[in-house]
């Protein structure tokens, strides 16, 4: 239904109207020449209107940068602010914990507080601290191989877990296991450490489990960062008997899965894992992650006293639970992400939802719309895709970055790297309107 000559056109006329009004921007970028990639972090670089907005403030759902434009964030530091730009409890708490050591290598009340209300929201009762859910997800892997002795570590294909070397692996075009195309610098052919399975493909799980070899299978209880795929009826509950019919550990990665409620998916899908892992948007900004492993495992690994977990034995970082992220994280769920938030961002969530679908439906698009708790996502295919594999060939770079420069144009910023809005606890209806409204002008002139 998309002219692709109309669609190049739109492109190019939002991307000269981003340059004409974005001059400060552009020439930040133009001299950060000391930087790799002109940015402090090179995915930075993935920016619809053909260079990066600098930011200058952020606070609630709003984003203000150089040249003095305000956004309504619908991004929110791609889920690291799902708690809202600066939210006042965090700052104070900040404030009050700079003053009294930064970096003692030393434990904290703040810390047994944060670790007892992730046991009581996600229901594993030992938790760990680290800087990033990467992290998280790295240390539990060499915990679980260690206990397990075995060698791989399974995922879904296009799952989302960070930089981990394990998890950047795919089932290919000829539904063979391939290394993720684009992947920098692999330690090793990325078949050797790990085996990969379809996303909602409960025969091709037990397949690879079969072997033996699995030491774990890492995943999002539903994925996020190729789109949102929701668990088919029975999958979740398939994977959890598989995993324990082959001895392999299940890892629930919540770091994007954590939008769907106070307890993540884990809690509202009353799922069972060995191990969850987080990160981002529970330190309401401020860098951290954190794994929680279930009583017998964390049982199981303190009588291990062949494994070195308090020196250099490969699990563990100096400034992992360090007082300012942990004082951080507890302002955060005790006072910010709260349950009457999640239902409040759930409620807003439902409404960006509807109002998307409708304009889709109004234009008879082949889309979809698919929401998971204060996440929304639309994907340019109909029904909603099933896989991780179907999800990205539904990918169209073009149209997404034409909607994306669109909106950036008019005040509304979503996630650069897929179509994802999530709610924060600031987000209000009259946002969600704003962008209803930028959107269907937008599709209006897209489909002509």
Same mark, same amino acid.
């Given at each position: 239904?998309?002219?692709r000559?109309?669609?190049s056109?739109?492109? *190019? ?7 004409a #009004? ?7 970028y133009a001299?950060a020449?000391?930087l790799?990639?002109?940015v ?7 920016a619809a ?8 403030s952020?606070r609630?759902?709003?984003v203000?940068d150089v ?6 964030d ?5 889920t690291?602010? &799902?708690?809202?730009h600066?939210?006042?409890?965090v ?12 970096a003692t290598?030393?434990p904290?009340?703040?810390a047994?507080w944060v670790?007892?209300?992730l046991a009581?929201r996600?229901? /594993? ?6 800087? #990033? ?7 539990a892997?060499?915990l679980?191989r ?11 294909s296009y799952?989302?877990?960070g ?15 391939a ?8 330690p090793c052919?990325?078949?050797? !450490?790990?085996r990969?399975?379809e ?6 799980l ?9 030491a774990? /299978?890492l995943?999002e209880p539903a994925l996020t960062?190729i789109?949102?795929?929701l668990p088919e ?8 008997e598989?995993?324990?019919?082959y001895g392999?550990?299940l890892?629930?990665d919540?770091t994007?899965t ?13 799922l069972?894992?060995d ?5 981002k948007?529970i330190g309401?900004?401020v860098?951290?992650?954190a ?10 690994l303190?009588g ?8 250099m034995?490969?699990?563990g ?7 300012l992220s942990? !004082? ?6 005790e006072?910010?992400? #709260? ?6 961002? !759930? ?14 439906d109004?234009?008879g698009?082949p889309w ?5 708790g *204060?996440?929304?996502e639309?994907r340019f295919a ?12 539904a990918?169209?770079p073009?149209?997404?970055d034409f909607?994306h420069?669109y909106?950036?144009?008019r005040?509304?910023l ?5 179509? &994802?809005?999530?709610m924060?606890?600031a987000?209000?209806p009259?946002?969600?309107a704003?962008h ?9 002139e897209?489909?002509?």
């Amino acid at each position: 239904m998309i002219d692709r000559d109309r669609l190049s056109a739109l492109l *190019a006329r939002e991307r000269a109207e981003f340059a004409a #009004t974005h001059a400060r921007s552009a020439d930040a970028y133009a001299a950060a020449r000391n930087l790799f990639g002109r940015v402090p972090m090179t995915w930075m670089n993935k920016a619809a209107g053909g260079f990066p907005v600098y930011a200058a403030s952020a606070r609630g759902a709003r984003v203000t940068d150089v040249d003095g434009h305000t956004y309504v964030d619908f991004c929110l530091g791609d889920t690291a602010a &799902m708690a809202g730009h600066s939210p006042a409890p965090v700052v104070d708490a900040v404030r009050r914990a700079a003053g009294d050591g930064l970096a003692t290598m030393l434990p904290t009340e703040d810390a047994a507080w944060v670790g007892a209300e992730l046991a009581g929201r996600f229901g /594993v009762p030992r938790w760990s601290f680290t800087l #990033t859910a990467t992290d998280a997800n790295r240390w539990a892997i060499r915990l679980l191989r260690a206990v397990t002795g075995r060698p791989r570590i399974l995922v879904n294909s296009y799952c989302y877990h960070g930089s981990v070397d394990e998890s950047l692996i795919v089932v290919g075009p000829d539904g063979e296991p391939a290394g993720r195309p684009g992947n920098v610098g692999a330690p090793c052919d990325v078949t050797t !450490t790990s085996r990969v399975a379809e996303y909602n493909d409960l025969a091709g799980l037990e397949r690879e489990l079969a072997h033996g070899d699995v030491a774990a /299978v890492l995943m999002e209880p539903a994925l996020t960062n190729i789109g949102i795929v929701l668990p088919e009826p029975g999958y979740l509950a398939g994977v959890r008997e598989l995993t324990r019919r082959y001895g392999s550990y299940l890892v629930n990665d919540e770091t994007h899965t954590f939008s769907t409620g106070p307890g993540g998916a884990t809690a509202a899908w009353e799922l069972e894992p060995d191990v969850v892992t987080i990160g981002k948007a529970i330190g309401g900004g401020v860098p951290i992650g954190a794994y929680g492993l279930s009583a017998s495992l964390a049982s199981l690994l303190a009588g291990r006293d062949d494994l070195d977990l308090v020196d250099m034995g490969g699990v563990g970082g100096t400034l992992a639970g360090n007082p300012l992220s942990v !004082t951080a994280a507890r302002a955060t769920l005790e006072h910010v992400l #709260t349950p009457a938030a999640f239902a409040r961002m !759930t409620k807003v969530a439902s409404t960006f939802a509807a109002g998307v679908r409708e304009v889709v439906d109004r234009f008879g698009l082949p889309w979809s719309v698919t929401q998971l708790g *204060a996440r929304v996502e639309y994907r340019f295919a109909s029904p909603a895709p099933s896989s991780g594999g179907a999800s990205a060939a539904a990918a169209d770079p073009d149209i997404e970055d034409f909607l994306h420069a669109y909106l950036l144009n008019r005040g509304v910023l979503l996630t650069p790297f897929h179509n &994802m809005a999530l709610m924060c606890p600031a987000t209000t209806p009259a946002d969600v309107a704003t962008h209803h409204e930028v959107f269907a002008a937008a599709v209006t002139e897209l489909v002509g």
